[in-house]
Protein backbone atom coordinates (compact mmCIF):
# COMPACT_ATOMS: atom_id res chain seq x y z
CA UNK A 1 0.00 0.00 0.00
CA UNK A 2 1.41 3.47 -0.53
CA UNK A 3 0.26 6.96 -0.36
CA UNK A 4 -2.84 7.29 2.02
CA UNK A 5 -5.52 5.17 2.49
CA UNK A 6 -9.29 5.86 4.03
CA UNK A 7 -11.76 2.58 5.04
CA UNK A 8 -14.45 2.27 4.27
CA UNK A 9 -15.23 3.96 1.40
CA UNK A 10 -18.69 4.36 1.62
CA UNK A 11 -20.66 4.23 5.00
CA UNK A 12 -24.51 4.57 5.83
CA UNK A 13 -25.39 4.93 9.32
CA UNK A 14 -28.69 5.81 11.36
CA UNK A 15 -28.45 8.98 14.22
CA UNK A 16 -28.00 6.81 16.89
CA UNK A 17 -24.93 4.85 15.21
CA UNK A 18 -21.63 5.21 15.98
CA UNK A 19 -19.06 4.22 13.91
CA UNK A 20 -15.84 5.44 13.03
CA UNK A 21 -13.39 6.26 9.86
CA UNK A 22 -10.24 5.15 9.45
CA UNK A 23 -7.36 6.75 7.38
CA UNK A 24 -3.42 5.50 6.89
CA UNK A 25 -0.63 6.89 5.60
CA UNK A 26 2.47 5.09 4.43
CA UNK A 27 4.55 7.97 3.09
CA UNK A 28 6.63 8.90 6.66
CA UNK A 29 4.37 12.37 7.21
CA UNK A 30 4.02 13.56 10.79
CA UNK A 31 0.95 15.64 9.92
CA UNK A 32 -2.61 14.43 9.27
CA UNK A 33 -5.77 16.41 8.27
CA UNK A 34 -9.57 15.61 8.09
CA UNK A 35 -11.71 17.87 5.70
CA UNK A 36 -15.06 17.45 4.83
CA UNK A 37 -17.16 18.26 1.43
CA UNK A 38 -20.49 18.54 1.53
CA UNK A 39 -22.61 18.27 -2.03
CA UNK A 40 -21.31 21.51 -3.98
CA UNK A 41 -19.34 23.03 -1.25
CA UNK A 42 -16.09 24.09 -1.29
CA UNK A 43 -13.44 21.24 1.08
CA UNK A 44 -13.90 22.44 5.03
CA UNK A 45 -10.62 21.87 7.05
CA UNK A 46 -11.81 19.89 10.23
CA UNK A 47 -8.69 18.72 12.44
CA UNK A 48 -5.06 19.00 11.99
CA UNK A 49 -3.43 16.50 14.05
CA UNK A 50 0.28 15.86 14.53
CA UNK A 51 2.56 13.74 17.30
CA UNK A 52 3.56 17.18 18.63
CA UNK A 53 0.05 18.74 18.86
CA UNK A 54 -3.34 18.46 18.07
CA UNK A 55 -5.20 21.28 16.38
CA UNK A 56 -9.19 21.72 16.77
CA UNK A 57 -11.83 23.76 14.65
CA UNK A 58 -13.58 25.27 17.13
CA UNK A 59 -16.30 25.09 14.40
CA UNK A 60 -16.60 21.34 14.61
CA UNK A 61 -19.18 19.50 16.22
CA UNK A 62 -18.57 17.66 19.22
CA UNK A 63 -20.41 14.67 17.82
CA UNK A 64 -16.58 14.39 15.41
CA UNK A 65 -13.60 13.09 17.04
CA UNK A 66 -10.40 12.76 15.87
CA UNK A 67 -8.25 10.39 17.12
CA UNK A 68 -4.47 9.84 16.10
CA UNK A 69 -2.63 6.71 17.89
CA UNK A 70 0.20 7.34 16.25
CA UNK A 71 1.66 8.69 13.00
CA UNK A 72 0.73 6.80 10.65
CA UNK A 73 -3.39 6.43 11.61
CA UNK A 74 -6.09 8.73 12.11
CA UNK A 75 -9.27 8.31 13.22
CA UNK A 76 -12.68 10.04 12.84
CA UNK A 77 -14.73 8.79 15.59
CA UNK A 78 -18.91 9.20 14.81
CA UNK A 79 -21.49 9.48 17.05
CA UNK A 80 -25.09 10.66 16.84
CA UNK A 81 -25.19 12.29 13.27
CA UNK A 82 -27.03 14.25 11.47
CA UNK A 83 -28.47 13.83 8.10
CA UNK A 84 -26.98 17.12 7.18
CA UNK A 85 -23.38 15.67 7.90
CA UNK A 86 -23.67 13.20 5.06
CA UNK A 87 -20.73 14.15 2.85
CA UNK A 88 -17.48 12.78 1.62
CA UNK A 89 -14.88 12.85 4.69
CA UNK A 90 -10.98 13.56 2.74
CA UNK A 91 -8.45 12.65 4.84
CA UNK A 92 -4.67 13.71 4.21
CA UNK A 93 -1.01 13.91 5.27
CA UNK A 94 1.69 16.08 4.93
CA UNK A 95 5.48 16.41 6.22
CA UNK A 96 5.06 19.19 9.00
CA UNK A 97 7.72 21.94 9.63
CA UNK A 98 7.20 22.23 13.32
CA UNK A 99 6.05 25.09 15.18
CA UNK A 100 7.57 28.17 14.36
CA UNK A 101 9.07 27.52 11.15
CA UNK A 102 7.27 28.57 7.43
CA UNK A 103 7.52 27.03 4.02
CA UNK A 104 5.79 24.81 1.62
CA UNK A 105 3.30 22.52 2.51
CA UNK A 106 2.18 19.73 0.20
CA UNK A 107 -1.00 17.68 1.22
CA UNK A 108 -1.71 14.30 0.11
CA UNK A 109 -5.14 13.06 0.12
CA UNK A 110 -6.48 10.05 0.34
CA UNK A 111 -9.66 8.65 -2.18
CA UNK A 112 -12.49 10.19 0.69
CA UNK A 113 -14.65 8.21 2.72
CA UNK A 114 -18.24 8.64 1.81
CA UNK A 115 -21.06 9.34 4.52
CA UNK A 116 -24.70 8.81 4.58
CA UNK A 117 -26.71 9.74 7.63
CA UNK A 118 -29.98 8.41 7.49
CA UNK B 1 -4.42 33.06 4.26
CA UNK B 2 -4.77 35.12 1.23
CA UNK B 3 -7.98 34.83 -0.80
CA UNK B 4 -7.84 33.45 -4.31
CA UNK B 5 -10.54 34.06 -7.54
CA UNK B 6 -10.82 31.76 -10.03
CA UNK B 7 -13.23 31.63 -13.41
CA UNK B 8 -15.92 29.04 -12.14
CA UNK B 9 -15.50 27.32 -15.88
CA UNK B 10 -13.01 26.78 -18.43
CA UNK B 11 -13.22 24.50 -21.62
CA UNK B 12 -10.24 23.13 -23.62
CA UNK B 13 -9.44 21.14 -26.51
CA UNK B 14 -7.74 17.69 -26.62
CA UNK B 15 -3.93 18.36 -26.87
CA UNK B 16 -3.96 21.59 -26.58
CA UNK B 17 -2.65 24.06 -23.73
CA UNK B 18 -4.85 24.71 -20.62
CA UNK B 19 -4.20 28.27 -19.24
CA UNK B 20 -5.98 28.07 -15.65
CA UNK B 21 -5.86 31.69 -14.24
CA UNK B 22 -5.86 32.68 -10.49
CA UNK B 23 -5.63 36.29 -8.56
CA UNK B 24 -4.71 36.26 -5.28
CA UNK B 25 -3.89 40.33 -4.95
CA UNK B 26 -3.41 39.93 -1.35
CA UNK B 27 -0.95 37.81 -1.22
CA UNK B 28 1.65 38.15 1.39
CA UNK B 29 5.75 37.82 1.38
CA UNK B 30 6.02 34.36 2.82
CA UNK B 31 2.67 32.84 1.37
CA UNK B 32 3.29 29.73 -1.32
CA UNK B 33 0.93 29.46 -4.40
CA UNK B 34 -0.41 25.65 -4.47
CA UNK B 35 -2.50 24.01 -7.42
CA UNK B 36 -4.57 21.34 -6.79
CA UNK B 37 -6.99 19.18 -8.73
CA UNK B 38 -9.88 17.10 -8.02
CA UNK B 39 -12.06 14.88 -10.13
CA UNK B 40 -15.34 13.61 -9.45
CA UNK B 41 -15.93 12.31 -5.98
CA UNK B 42 -12.09 11.82 -5.54
CA UNK B 43 -9.73 12.98 -3.05
CA UNK B 44 -7.61 16.61 -4.26
CA UNK B 45 -4.15 15.61 -6.32
CA UNK B 46 -1.52 18.02 -5.85
CA UNK B 47 0.34 19.30 -8.84
CA UNK B 48 2.31 22.10 -8.47
CA UNK B 49 3.48 25.12 -5.82
CA UNK B 50 5.54 28.06 -6.27
CA UNK B 51 7.01 31.00 -4.39
CA UNK B 52 8.06 34.00 -6.34
CA UNK B 53 9.91 31.70 -9.33
CA UNK B 54 8.00 30.28 -12.12
CA UNK B 55 8.10 26.37 -11.52
CA UNK B 56 7.53 23.15 -13.71
CA UNK B 57 6.97 19.84 -13.29
CA UNK B 58 6.15 16.61 -14.96
CA UNK B 59 2.69 17.38 -14.73
CA UNK B 60 2.25 21.30 -15.23
CA UNK B 61 3.99 24.69 -15.07
CA UNK B 62 3.35 27.08 -12.91
CA UNK B 63 3.84 31.08 -13.98
CA UNK B 64 3.60 33.50 -11.02
CA UNK B 65 3.45 37.65 -12.07
CA UNK B 66 6.49 39.42 -10.71
CA UNK B 67 4.04 41.11 -8.21
CA UNK B 68 3.08 37.78 -7.11
CA UNK B 69 -0.35 39.18 -7.58
CA UNK B 70 -1.75 36.54 -9.88
CA UNK B 71 -0.65 33.58 -11.69
CA UNK B 72 -1.48 30.64 -13.97
CA UNK B 73 -1.54 27.06 -14.46
CA UNK B 74 -0.52 25.42 -17.66
CA UNK B 75 -1.18 21.90 -18.65
CA UNK B 76 1.01 21.98 -21.61
CA UNK B 77 -0.85 18.91 -23.48
CA UNK B 78 -4.29 18.57 -22.19
CA UNK B 79 -5.83 15.09 -22.42
CA UNK B 80 -9.72 14.00 -21.14
CA UNK B 81 -8.40 12.89 -18.18
CA UNK B 82 -7.48 16.59 -17.23
CA UNK B 83 -10.95 17.25 -16.72
CA UNK B 84 -11.39 18.25 -13.65
CA UNK B 85 -11.60 20.99 -10.77
CA UNK B 86 -8.79 22.94 -10.08
CA UNK B 87 -8.47 25.14 -7.24
CA UNK B 88 -5.84 27.48 -6.81
CA UNK B 89 -4.31 27.87 -2.85
CA UNK B 90 -2.16 30.51 -1.08
CA UNK B 91 -1.03 29.89 2.37
CA UNK B 92 1.86 30.29 4.19
CA UNK B 93 1.06 29.85 7.50
CA UNK B 94 0.29 26.93 10.28
CA UNK B 95 -2.79 26.94 11.44
CA UNK B 96 -3.04 26.98 15.23
CA UNK B 97 0.39 28.88 15.37
CA UNK B 98 2.26 25.79 14.15
CA UNK B 99 3.78 25.01 10.53
CA UNK B 100 1.64 22.63 9.25
CA UNK B 101 -0.75 23.55 6.51
CA UNK B 102 -4.26 24.72 6.64
CA UNK B 103 -4.90 24.74 2.99
CA UNK B 104 -7.93 26.64 2.84
CA UNK B 105 -9.92 25.32 -0.58
CA UNK B 106 -12.42 27.79 -2.42
CA UNK B 107 -14.88 26.70 -5.80
CA UNK B 108 -11.97 26.15 -8.00
CA UNK B 109 -12.39 26.25 -11.65
CA UNK B 110 -14.29 23.08 -13.50
CA UNK B 111 -11.88 22.69 -16.81
CA UNK B 112 -13.79 20.43 -19.14
CA UNK B 113 -11.47 18.94 -21.66
CA UNK B 114 -13.25 18.03 -25.33
CA UNK B 115 -12.10 15.82 -27.61
Known amino acids: ETGVTQTPRHLVMGMTNKKSLKCEQHLGHNAMYWYKQSAKKPLELMFVYSLEERVENNSVPSRFSPECPNSSHLFLHLHTLQPEDSALYLCASSQGLGRGRSGANVLTFGAGSRLTVL | DAKTTQPPSMDCAEGRAANLPCNHSTISGNEYVYWYRQIHSQGPQYIIH???NNETNEMASLIITEDRKSSTLILPHATLRDTAVYYCIVSGQGFGGTSYGKLTFGQGTILTVHP
Open chain 2, 50 to 52: GLK
